[in-house]
């Protein structure tokens, strides 16, 4: 979801890569496992479409709700708690999953796996007083 015509033109452009590059992604992303969710919003009923990195864990698919450590969550996490059933595309594959929000040492124990791996969400962490809440979509059968 975006608020802003700039962020709406840059979402655009790597949903665009994504779908043109079996999602493979260039730039920042690059090494990335990269994933589009399509969900609803909690409010307007519309449907939205970003793009997000994620880790995978076992079968589920960790995405991170840091809005690049603003101080509100982002829209779309709004959205999944309001909607946790969302579809994915993963690479050439679309498939639905249900987004739960981990707590506790479960999150403790990704997140810290998470910023070894990239450690710009540390620093987006440091940016806000918020916890900045991990998902883990789950595919439904």
């Known amino acids: ?21 079996e999602g493979r992604v260039g730039g920042q ?5 990269m994933i589009l969710i399509h969900h609803v919003g909690a ?3 519309r449907t939205w479409v970003n793009p997000l990195v994620y880790f995978p ?5 960790i995405i991170v ?3 690049g450590g603003a101080e509100e969550h982002p829209a779309w996490y709004r959205n999944l708690k309001a909607h946790p059933e969302i579809t994915v595309e993963v690479g050439t594959e679309t498939f639905p ?11 403790d124990g990704l997140w810290a796996r998470i910023t070894d791996r990239m450690p710009v969400f540390a620093e987006y962490q440091r940016r806000t007083e918020r916890v ?7 595919r439904k059968a």
Request: no cysteine; charged share 25%; aromatic share 6%.
């Open 1 to 21: 979801m975006t608020t802003t015509p700039d962020l709406a033109d840059w979402n655009r452009s790597i949903v665009e890569e994504f779908r043109a590059n």
């Open 29 to 33: 992303f690059a090494d990335a496992n």
């Open 43 to 45: 409010s307007s009923g």
């Open 57 to 61: 864990n076992g079968d589920q698919m």
């Open 65 to 67: 709700a840091s809005a």
């Open 97 to 107: 999953v249900e987004a739960t929000e981990l707590t506790g040492e479960e999150r």
């Open 132 to 138: 900045i809440p991990l998902l883990a979509l789950t």
